[in-house]
């Protein structure tokens, strides 16, 4: 894993998100890294989302991690998430229920065969179109 077209620095919410969505919209899996300076992508998040006992998104059902602004009612749905999943009239997705469909599109894309967590990258270069890390 040393050079690459599409460089993304994290693997939280927002790291992931673009990583997802470039895969949706038909990326090359070859072409990608994500860095993070954790182990585990969206670490940080489920840290600082249990901290504080978390239990519903504030944000509504149609943002998540996917292009699909579907995906993530799809995947309740697919998986049989029972209504208390989605919290009042603008259904507010529980915490858990993110967090699985996140996992489960990381695991789909095989979004791991091109992550870099907890490791250094000593130098960064750009030549032409192509990343080395």
């Avoid at 895969?23 to 940080?44: A, F, H, K, W, Y």
């Avoid at 791991?112 to 179109?129: C, H, P, S, W, Y």
Wanted: net charge neutral.
């Amino acid at each position: 894993m040393e050079h690459t077209k599409l460089l993304i620095i994290g693997a939280g919410v927002h790291g992931m998100t673009l990583a997802i969505s470039y895969m949706e919209q038909g990326g090359c899996l070859e072409e990608l890294i994500i860095v993070d300076r954790l182990t585990d992508p969206l670490s940080n998040w489920k840290q600082q989302t249990s901290s504080i006992s978390m239990s519903h998104l504030r944000s509504t059902r149609v943002h998540h991690v996917s292009s699909n602004p579907h995906a993530l009612k799809q995947f309740a749905s697919r998986y049989a998430y029972r209504s208390n999943h989605f919290k009042d009239t603008f259904g507010r997705p529980s915490l858990e229920l993110f967090n699985d469909h996140a996992d489960s599109s990381w695991n789909a894309y095989r979004l791991d065969e091109r992550f870099l967590g907890n490791e250094q990258v000593m130098t960064l270069r750009k030549d032409g179109a192509h990343y080395h890390a």
